[in-house]
């Protein structure tokens, strides 16, 4: 055990950990630790530097004590070896296979701090060559806080990791230099396990056809993209209404070609198109306006001759409120300074509220809620434009499809929802998460598909019986974006990865390169892990009766869909802009956003869908749809507060039941398997083998991330008295003295 | 228009005004209490129904919507659904079905027409036709009813007329006609006075109830006194006290004087770890100590400890004023303005949360409970609970307190006699508190509701840990607001005893309800015998009261031993703190200790140190750090190093305090709120609960299992193990150490047991589950709390005709 306090002349505080001092370590143990550890290299990793010892803080920076170690900086991650051989005690039901707990992929640091003496700076690359801090504090994209001193270390050395782990981490690099370029080169291609059902890329044509004839939706699949000759934000396979000519294809690069998303099993569907400029000035706008009401007159034909359309960027935040929102929401979780967390306590509920960031999932939520309503009670079309096309078009598109098709909510549901919506949509992964650190592109960061992920964990927290996939896999899922392995994550579109892929491909003689999917889990867990991602409260579809459920079905639609057809709605004020206004009695075509100029109708007419809804009884297997109301919001507590080790409740908290739960559904497999084995053996003993049960006594809150408790020095009686505490902080040390063999209780 | 709809409504008219309007009254028939579908209570009268009505269901309740009949009689407002089962005439009557709401907890009543709302009230006149009837509860509760269109107008207006005028409005004595309205009638008081106390719970009511409790948590050096046995030494407190063995009763009466109320250091609780919880009021400053006085107070301060800890409460405590208004504002949040029916936008909810206050105070309440557990956690001292008068937050923190340290209180009988010992008996002012009578508007505030949040606050963070549930606290919350109890009406057990002697000349403490009321019900009409609230059978169904406990509790048995064995064991603290500070007096205010010299009001008084030499009084200003770390060290040190096993019922449950990790309880505040009862996701009736699913499930597959096996000359063991699978399915999911293994302890009568020996169907082929409402109580509620459904086919589905055959208005529902 090798870990100290330095308090500043002061002598060493009692601590569950050791007592050494710096002096003593340097004289005696540094000498053993003298070979620096490495950790286990992945394929294709390449150490850069290293420095040996590095004192990594607990997370407390008061208390100044830690563990020595090696920090490593490689082309994957910052890593930190301790010099202590690992405790056997936890094992780590847990861990990801790529990195460890104290390691941090570098496209994972979201800023890094020097802490100058007392001062602490915000580093941005490329500043700092002389001077190099005592200190390092690293924040992650997955919230975890990492806090090192480097004063151990050589001058030089210390030196010199700390500007490899700037260099690497924050300054601007190639596309090239991520760390999946070279994994995937030196990593031996491994048999791909696919479990049933598997997930849909969505990079075929089948894999179209099928998902269209899944929704039985009654569009054309296009393939005139293959060679992205179309557009090169378009994916190679898409669909679209059949009533779009094919020369209308060609014209604006794709812009403005409706997109099918998803086919209500009313005929209706989903639709989603990058937006044209209507309002330009000159003889353009003639153009996009007649091309446009070819567009939405080919979506109209779909189904009923009914379409709305919604511009999503008139309603909802702009990607930049959501980076700005996002980053006031994350400072709160974000503590190098357990004090800070402290203190910023007491105004806890409205320094949430005041970051807005609960605010825009409602938003969202709202909107879906929105354009299922159309789909579901009033049987239109809908078309939703955005500028782009590909980020909140993809948020609403995804969340609408969440609350109507049960497909989606199941685990190959959702990863086939999220390739088609966001991977095949031409998300811009690569510079909504900036993995490369351009600085011309920082405006265009932004968390939409954490803000996506919010969304879902909303609805799972309300429903949880159906998801199949827990509010851990979710978890899981968002730290993943950050872990510069999955080609998932990495490319702006279909065609940014089929040029860079294929520009790679003729130096390494190999084919195509293949990165590999985020969605082979077990490049990251074990399976024991993975059994953490399923929702042991899952009420599965009861098979036998599906084909009842069949006949039964179209009734059930007639009664959810009060008026069935469009003729029969009861006209409601809409807001149309003037272009679209000789359409309005054409096509009969509305805009969503009707609550702008009229509050109350869209209210009564949100509710009264409400009611209908929630008038039938509730199938886990049919629509959902979320409550939305001030205290319906909340903290994704397991994200967020996973690693705050001062808001875990030992032995408590909602995963003792989830565990209590699990058990039981292992029993319940256990049972069967014994009654199978009963029925083949009939004349076998009865060994009933006892189900190795978790035990929930040890589980922390935050389980399953951090299963270990590390306690804080802190107490856990908060406020007033730990106040009062800091300020007879001199007594207390005094006491320390007098009493060191009461430390250790 | 209508008859009566222009007379004022007033109390003491209730009778001749409500005679010509009641159309039925249950006291005429002998045997028929069932009127239109209606089980009445003895007495009871309705006074108008309307059919066909339509109720709102809750989430909690399964969403959605239930047909049935709506009545109004001068207790309740009943609602019976359609198809609900022929009532039993033998069972026992309860006071409010599922669906019912008593006249008294409603707060407004709020008619919804076409076009508009408006708020009824005894003397307004309604304009329209109502097609909704709204009634706000003072617990939180929202009702909604919708009147069908095939529902007589006439009916109605008339019923939105009853309840306006019969609820109760504001005034002083109506609680009273409320009373007799529900207890009154000869029938109910006799079938009351043969209500027996729950034997499973501590009553604190005589001196052996005291003793099985110093027995229970291995207390020694205590006896129960019975010197206020006449309430003539302090007219608040009960009738025996627990108090230091060395004290002589003589000694004991010289020191009521030296406090405020006369209320002396009592003994609460023993921690394990041998110190002692004590509770007091203030020092009475203005009197004459004398030396003989001085050492007798001591000697209670101290209680045979070496060391004593005054706990101040006043200070960082909030007053019953701040707790007022914290519930005034969280009531406006979650309910809305009604009348104005404005309420807060949605993305202002958290900080209109946080400016309530509402949690701040639940957290204090919390903070300081766990200081002192923590303090008491250190052993061999007595930690004293000060407190001006003794009667309001002395009761939230030494009851929070046994709540965190002591796992029997969070059984639900342990959680019950834990109210009767330190609210009840102690003498928690509800009645003054709660103001039933509306004429204590400044002494109002629900200082118990806030004790109950916070217990709710650790058990959301504990699920696991306690046998109560959400449930239980929620009906207890329910039941504070309705006036119909013993326990909430009145403010010392004085006033209690005072009262049932009135009523009943052969009244004694020992067995108090167990005595027969006097045969001629008429010698006092106005004062029905009022039950204890924890008859839980006279307000619950037994469906609803087996959700009171859940099996998912800590690993220790309902019962742990407490016998004060664990004094003996090694404890570091001990020696740090009883070397040479013998007979210190510590203060711990806003936090910090200290030892002033003016803590105890007979210090300054001169004679210090003159008596017995091992007192030595001199403040000992080095063992305050050791307090202070007593404090620190719990927080600091790893429970898995502390104890093996953290679930050790000695360490107490702290509850975390920052911001993220005090909740909202939903389930009662916000189930009113009217956007989330629009808005509530209901659950099917046809479908179960997953958890029910999966007990139901291993149930089924136990079955079976015994089934194959005994068909192969099974062992006995195996026969038993089917026969019983309940028992058997908690014990072998969790080795005995997560679920309760014991059968659930059944805190119901005997009599108020209806008959649930009901064996279990077997699963229609067509429903994927059987109905496991059908079954044993125990049975259905195997692991959580989940509703019973038992109306799967009563829901209310429009039909198409039936809004085509009237075509006037528009319907909400289409």
């Known amino acids: 055990m090798l870990s100290l306090g330095s308090g500043g002349g002061k002598p060493v505080k009692p601590s569950f950990v050791s007592y050494v001092t710096p002096e003593e370590i340097k004289s005696t143990e540094r000498e053993t630790s003298r070979k620096e550890k490495h950790p286990d290299l992945l394929p294709g990793e390449v150490v850069f530097c290293s420095t040996n010892p590095v004192l990594k803080y607990t997370q407390d920076d008061v208390s100044q004590r830690g563990i020595f170690g090696t920090l490593v900086c490689t082309n994957f991650r910052i890593a930190f070896v301790s010099d202590e051989a690992p405790s056997e005690e936890q094992a780590q039901l847990f861990k990801n296979k790529l990195y460890g707990e104290n390691d941090i992929p570098l496209t994972c640091v979201d800023h890094i701090y020097g802490g100058y003496d007392e001062k602490k700076k915000l580093i941005t690359g490329g500043l700092v060559r002389n001077k190099y801090p005592s200190k390092i504090i690293i924040h992650c994209k997955d919230l975890r806080v990492f806090q090192f001193s480097l004063t151990y270390a050589k001058e030089e050395e210390a030196k010199k990791i700390f500007q490899g782990i700037i260099h690497h981490s924050l300054e601007p690099k190639s596309l090239k230099c991520i760390f999946a370029f070279s994994y995937c080169e030196k990593a031996t291609a491994t048999p791909e396990i696919h479990r049933t059902p598997r997930t849909v890329m969505f990079d075929t044509v089948e894999d179209w056809t099928q998902e269209m004839k899944r929704t039985k939706g009654n569009c054309k699949v296009v393939s005139a993209n293959e060679n992205f000759s179309l557009s090169q934000k378009l994916p190679q396979f898409f669909i679209m209404p059949t009533a779009v000519l094919d020369e209308d294809m060609t014209k604006f690069e794709g812009k403005g070609l409706p997109i099918w998303c998803w086919s209500h099993h009313s005929g209706c569907a989903l639709f989603k198109t990058a937006s044209l400029p209507l309002m330009q000035e000159d003889g353009y706008s003639q153009a996009y306006k007649i091309y446009m009401e070819r567009m939405l007159n080919a979506v109209a034909q779909t189904h009923l001759y009914s379409v709305k359309t919604e511009e999503l960027s008139d309603t909802l935040p702009t990607i930049q409120d959501i980076q700005q929102s996002y980053s006031r929401f994350k400072q709160f979780f974000l503590i190098d300074n357990t004090t800070e967390f402290w203190l910023s306590d007491m105004k806890w509920f409205s320094s949430l509220e005041n970051s807005g960031w609960l605010d825009i999932i409602r938003q969202c939520l709202q909107k879906a809620v929105e354009v299922v309503e159309c789909l579901e009670k009033e049987n239109t079309n809908v078309l939703i434009m955005e500028e782009a096309g590909s980020d909140l078009c993809c948020v609403i598109s995804s969340l609408v499809q969440l609350m109507l098709d049960p497909y989606c909510r199941t685990l190959a549901g959702f990863q086939s929802l999220v390739q088609k919506e966001w991977v095949a949509g031409g998300h811009s992964f690569l510079d909504r998460c900036n993995h490369v650190h351009q600085k011309d592109k920082e405006q265009f960061q932004s968390p939409v598909f954490l803000l996506f992920l919010e969304c879902v964990w909303q609805l799972l927290q309300q429903h949880g019986p159906a998801f199949q996939f827990s509010e851990t896999y979710l978890t899981v899922l968002s730290d993943s974006v950050h872990v510069p392995v999955f080609g998932t994550f990495l490319f702006n579109s279909p065609y940014h990865r089929a040029t860079v892929m294929k520009n790679d491909s003729p130096q390494t003689q190999r084919g195509p390169l293949n990165c590999p999917e985020v969605w082979d889990w077990s490049l990251q867990f074990e399976r024991k892990a993975q059994d953490l991602f399923t929702n042991p409260l899952y009420a599965e579809k009861p098979k036998q009766d599906k084909g009842a459920r069949r006949t039964y079905r179209p009734k059930h639609q007639r009664q959810l869909s009060l008026p069935s057809s469009a003729f029969k709605t009861p006209p409601k004020k809409g807001f149309f802009k003037e272009e679209t206004d000789s359409l309005k009695k054409m096509l009969r075509v509305k805009r969503i956003s009707r609550w702008l100029h009229s509050p109350d109708s869209a209210q009564a007419s949100t509710r009264e869908f409400y009611e209908a809804w929630q008038r039938k009884p509730l199938d886990y297997h049919s629509l959902i749809l979320p409550c939305l109301d001030g205290p319906a919001m909340r903290v994704w507590m397991q994200r967020y507060l996973r690693w705050i080790h001062e808001v875990q409740i030992f032995g408590g908290g909602a995963i003792t039941v989830m565990s209590k739960l699990a058990d039981l559904v292992g029993e319940v497999q256990e049972l069967r398997r014994e009654l199978e084995r009963q029925a083949c053996r009939a004349d076998s003993n009865h060994q009933r083998a006892a189900a190795s049960h978790r035990s929930s006594v040890r589980l922390s809150s935050s389980f399953p991330f951090a299963t270990s408790r590390v306690w804080s020095f802190k107490p856990a009686i908060p406020t007033s008295l730990l106040q009062s505490l800091m300020i007879t902080g001199g007594l207390a040390d005094q006491d320390d003295e007098d009493g060191e063999t009461l430390g250790v209780v | ?814």
């Open chain 2, 1 to 814: 228009m209508l008859t009566g709809s222009k007379t004022t409504f007033k109390v003491r008219q209730i009778v001749p005004d409500m005679k010509e309007r009641i159309l039925s009254h249950g006291g005429l028939h002998t045997r028929g209490r069932d009127m239109f579908g209606l089980r009445c209570l003895p007495g009871e009268c309705v006074l108008q129904r309307a059919v066909l009505v339509r109720k709102k269901l809750s989430a909690r309740e399964g969403g959605g919507w239930l047909a049935g009949t709506l009545f109004c009689t001068h207790f309740r407002v009943a609602f019976v659904p359609q198809d609900s089962q022929k009532p039993d005439d033998n069972a026992d009557p309860v006071l409010l079905g599922d669906h019912d709401v008593a006249l008294a907890s409603i707060e407004k009543v709020v008619a919804v027409g076409p076009s508009r709302t408006k708020l009824v009230t005894p003397n307004s006149s309604l304009k329209f036709t109502p097609e909704e009837l709204v009634l706000y509860c003072r617990d939180l509760r929202v009702i909604c009813f919708l009147f069908d269109r095939l529902t007589p107008e006439t009916q109605a207006v008339e019923i939105t007329y009853s309840i306006a005028k019969t609820y109760q409005p504001l005034k002083p004595g109506t609680i009273l006609s409320f009373q007799n309205a529900a207890l009154g009638s000869v029938e109910m008081k006799q079938f009351l006075s043969n209500r027996r106390h729950d034997a499973q719970m501590n009553w604190f009511e005589s001196v052996t109830d005291w003793e099985r409790e110093l027995e229970r948590t291995g207390a020694t050096g205590w006896r129960v006194s019975a010197v206020n046995d006449r309430f003539e030494m302090a007219t608040s407190l009960p009738r025996f006290n627990v108090v230091p063995q060395k004290v002589l009763d003589t000694e004991l009466k010289k020191t009521f004087a030296h406090f405020n109320e006369g209320r002396i250091p009592r003994w609460c609780w023993r921690h394990p770890r041998g110190s002692d919880l004590l509770r007091t009021a203030s020092f009475q400053n203005n009197i004459y100590h004398e030396k003989d006085d001085i050492r007798n107070l001591e000697a209670l301060l101290f209680g045979g400890q070496q060391q004593c800890v005054v706990v101040e409460l006043a200070e960082e405590m909030p007053t019953p004023a701040d707790i007022q208004l914290a519930h005034t504002r969280l009531r406006a949040l979650c309910l809305g303005d009604i009348s104005a029916s404005v309420s807060v936008p949605d993305d202002k909810w958290l900080s209109t949360l946080e400016a309530s206050r509402w949690l701040d105070h639940a957290r204090c309440c919390l903070k300081k409970a766990a200081e002192v557990s923590c303090l008491l956690r250190g052993g061999h001292m007595t930690v004293i609970l000060q407190e001006q008068e003794d009667r309001d937050m002395n009761c939230v923190v030494s009851s929070l307190v046994q709540v965190m340290c002591d796992p029997y209180c969070r059984t639900v009988p342990g959680f019950q006699g834990l109210v009767q010992k330190e609210w009840v008996m102690a003498g928690h002012r509800f009645l003054s508190r709660a103001n039933y009578h509306r004429d204590s508007d400044k002494e109002e505030a629900p200082v118990f509701l806030l004790f109950l949040d916070c217990v709710w606050q650790l058990w959301a963070q504990y699920p696991s840990r306690f046998q109560l549930t959400g449930d239980y606290l929620l009906a207890l919350h329910d039941s504070f607001h309705l006036p119909l109890f013993s326990t909430f009406l009145s403010n010392c057990q004085r006033e209690r005893s005072r009262r049932s002697q009135r009523l009943s000349q052969s009244y004694t403490p020992v067995n108090g309800w167990r005595e027969v009321l006097p045969q001629d019900p008429s010698q006092d009409p106005v004062d029905p015998p009022l039950p204890p609230v924890w008859d839980w059978a006279l307000q619950y169904s037994c469906q609803r009261r087996a959700r009171f406990t859940h099996p998912v509790a800590q690993s220790s048995a309902p019962q742990p031993v407490l016998n004060g064995n664990l004094n003996t064991n090694p404890d570091t603290h001990k020696s740090q703190l009883s070397d040479g500070t013998l007979g210190s007096v510590f203060l711990l205010s806003r936090g910090t200790f200290s030892s002033p010299s003016h803590l105890l009001p007979w210090r300054n008084g001169g004679g210090s140190g003159s008596y017995r030499k091992s007192h030595r009084r001199a403040p000992s200003s080095e063992s305050l750090p050791g307090l202070e770390r007593l404090i620190k060290t719990w927080s600091q040190s790893e429970p898995s190093k502390v104890s093996p096993n953290p679930q050790d019922p000695q360490e107490p449950l702290l509850p975390l305090l920052l911001g993220p990790c005090i909740g909202v309880w939903r389930d009662c505040y916000l189930r009113g709120a009217l956007q989330a009862q629009a808005f509530c996701h209901p659950t099917p009736t046809s479908m179960y609960h997953p958890v029910d699913q999966l007990a139901w499930e291993v149930q089924q597959l136990r079955d079976k299992l015994a089934l194959a096996s005994s068909g192969h000359a099974a062992p006995t063991t195996k026969k038993q193990e089917s026969r019983r699978p309940d028992t058997n399915l908690n014990q072998n999911t969790n080795n005995g150490t997560f679920l309760f293994s014991a059968p659930r302890p059944s805190f119901v009568t005997p009599r108020g047991l209806p008959p649930t020996s009901a064996p279990p169907r077997a699963p229609p082929p067509t429903a994927p589950l059987p109905r496991l409402a059908n079954r044993d109580p125990s049975k259905r509620t195997f692991l959580f709390s989940h509703p019973p459904d038992s109306r799967q086919d009563q829901r209310y589905t429009p039909m198409p005709s039936t809004r085509l055959s009237k075509n006037s208005g528009p319907s909400l529902g289409s």
